[in-house]
C-alpha cells in the first residue's frame, strides 16, 4: 500500500512530468489556453496514459524485448484513436479547440516514456498507481498554466460556460498576449523561476 | 505557383512549427545549445519529414480513402514514420559515414517527434495535393531548422551572460523563445 502511494505522488511532485521532467510540452503550451481544454486535454491523456499502463503492463512478460517500442506505439495509437472519435463524436467543440494535438497525443513523450520506463518492469497495480499520479501531475501543471494564461489573456475565469472569478481591473484592457502562443512561453518560464526561487524544484 | 510559394511562408515563417504551432519543443529546448547539433537536428527533421509526408499523403488516399477506413490513420501514420526513420538511419549508416555520424543520434528521437507527425495531419486536414503537401513538409522542415539554429545561437551566448540563477538554463531559454514569437508575429503580413 504504501508502495502504491509512493508511485502516485512521485508523478505529482518529485517527478512531475510537466514542471520537473520537461516532457509533453507540446500540448500543455498549445492547449493551455482555457481551463476547459485544459481538464479537455488531462481527461484524454488520463484514459490513453492509464489504459497503456495497464495493458503494457499486462503483457510485459510476453513482449519479445527487440520489438516492445513498435508494440507499445501500436497500443497507444489504437487507445488515441479511441479518444479522438469518441470525443469528436459526443464533445465536438472541445474536440475541435483541442484539434490536431488529440491525435498527437500518440507522440506524447509522458505515455511512450512511462509505458517503457515504468509499465513494462512493474506489476498492475504499480503502473497504475504510477499512470494516475502522473496524469494528475500533467493535469496540475496544465491547468495552473491555463488559469494564468485565461485570467491575464480575457481577464476572467469561466469553466464550461459559468464565470468562477473575474479581475475587475484587468476585464476591460485584458492582455491578449497571454492568449497567443508567446503567452505560453513567457509564463511556463517564469512559472518554472518561481518554482526554483522558492526551492520546490532544485536548480538543474 | 504562387499558390504554392505562400504555403511554403506559411507553414515556414507565418505559422512556424515551433513558435506559433507548438509542434517540436523537445528537441526545441533540448538539442539548442550548441549550433552544430541544432543544424544536424533540423536536417534530419527536413529529411524525414519530406520523405514521411509523401509516403503517408501516397497511402492516405490510395488505401484507406477507397477503403473508407480513414480513422486508421494516427495509427497507420506513426508507422510509416518509425519505419522510414529506421530505414533512413540503414540506409545512411550504409552510405555515408560522415553524414551519418552528423545525423545518427538525432534519426532516432525524430520518431517520436510531434512535428513530423504533425504536419502529416496538416497535410491531411488541408487536403493538398501531392506538390503542395511537398513543399508544406519542405516548409515545415525549414521553419523549424530556423528557429533551431537561431535559438541554439542564443543560447550559445547566454551561457555567458549573467543570468539570475533561478531563470537559468530552461527558464530563460522560454523566454527568448518568447521574444522569437513575437518577432515572428511580424511575418503575419506577409501572406
Redesign the interface.
Known amino acids: 500500500m504504501v508502495h502504491i502511494l509512493k508511485n502516485l505522488k512521485k508523478g505529482i511532485i518529485n517527478e512531475n512530468p510537466v514542471f520537473i521532467l ?2 509533453g ?3 500543455t ?2 492547449v493551455s489556453t482555457s481551463i476547459d481544454n485544459a481538464f479537455g486535454m488531462t481527461a484524454a491523456v488520463m484514459f490513453v496514459l492509464i489504459s497503456a499502463n495497464i495493458i503494457v503492463s499486462l503483457i510485459r512478460g510476453v513482449t519479445p524485448d527487440r520489438v516492445r ?2 508494440v507499445f ?2 497500443i497507444i ?2 487507445l ?2 479511441i479518444v ?2 469518441t470525443m469528436k463524436a459526443f464533445i465536438p467543440e472541445l474536440s475541435k479547440s483541442l484539434g ?1 494535438f488529440i ?2 497525443i ?4 509522458i505515455i ?1 516514456g512511462r509505458a517503457e520506463a515504468f509499465a513494462s518492469k512493474n506489476t498492475l497495480a504499480d503502473s497504475v498507481a504510477d499512470a494516475i499520479g502522473m496524469g494528475i501531475g500533467f493535469g496540475v501543471a496544465i491547468t495552473i498554466i491555463s488559469f494564468f494564461r485565461q485570467l491575464l489573456g480575457t481577464g476572467e475565469i469561466t469553466i464550461f460556460g459559468t464565470p468562477v472569478f473575474s479581475a475587475p481591473g484587468l476585464f476591460d484592457n485584458p492582455m491578449s498576449i497571454f492568449i ?7 509564463v ?3 512559472l ?3 518554482l ?2 522558492t526551492g520546490v524544484i532544485k ?2 | 505557383m504562387d499558390n504554392l510559394f505562400s504555403i511554403f511562408i506559411m507553414m515556414a515563417l507565418v505559422n512556424n512549427f515551433v ?8 528537441p526545441f ?1 533540448g538539442v539548442s545549445k550548441k549550433l552544430s547539433s541544432a543544424v544536424s537536428m533540423g536536417l534530419a527533421v527536413i529529411l524525414v519529414m519530406l520523405a514521411t509526408s509523401v509516403v503517408s499523403w501516397l497511402l492516405f488516399y490510395q488505401l484507406l480513402v477507397p477503403f473508407g477506413i480513414t ?5 497507420i501514420f ?2 510509416v514514420i ?1 519505419s522510414l526513420v529506421q530505414i533512413l538511419e540503414i540506409t545512411i549508416r550504409r552510405t555515408n559515414v560522415n553524414l551519418y555520424n552528423a545525423l545518427g543520434i538525432y534519426l532516432p528521437l525524430i ?4 512535428a513530423v ?2 504536419v502529416t ?2 497535410n491531411v ?1 488541408q487536403a493538398f495535393n501531392l506538390a503542395e503537401t511537398v513543399v508544406s513538409a519542405l516548409g515545415a522542415g525549414v521553419g523549424f531548422t530556423l528557429v533551431l539554429a537561431i535559438m541554439s545561437g542564443i543560447r550559445e551566448r547566454l551561457d555567458l551572460a549573467d543570468v ?12 527568448v ?2 521574444i522569437l ?2 518577432a515572428f ?1 511580424a511575418f503575419g503580413g506577409m501572406v
Do not use: E, H, Q, W
Open positions: 520537461l516532457l510540452l507540446c500540448p503550451l498549445a517500442i513498435p506505439i501500436v495509437a489504437a488515441v484513436t479522438d472519435l490536431i491525435p498527437l500518440v507522440v506524447n513523450c511512450l497567443l502562443p508567446m503567452g505560453a512561453f513567457l511556463l518560464g517564469c518554472l523561476a518561481t526554483r526561487y536548480s538543474g | 513558435l506559433a504551432k507548438f509542434l517540436g519543443l523537445c529546448f480513422y486508421m490513420r494516427t495509427a506513426i508507422l518509425a520518431t517520436t517527434n510531434c507527425l504533425g495531419f496538416i486536414d539570475p540563477k533561478a531563470f537559468k538554463g530552461i527558464p530563460v531559454a522560454f523566454l523563445a518568447m514569437g513575437i508575429l
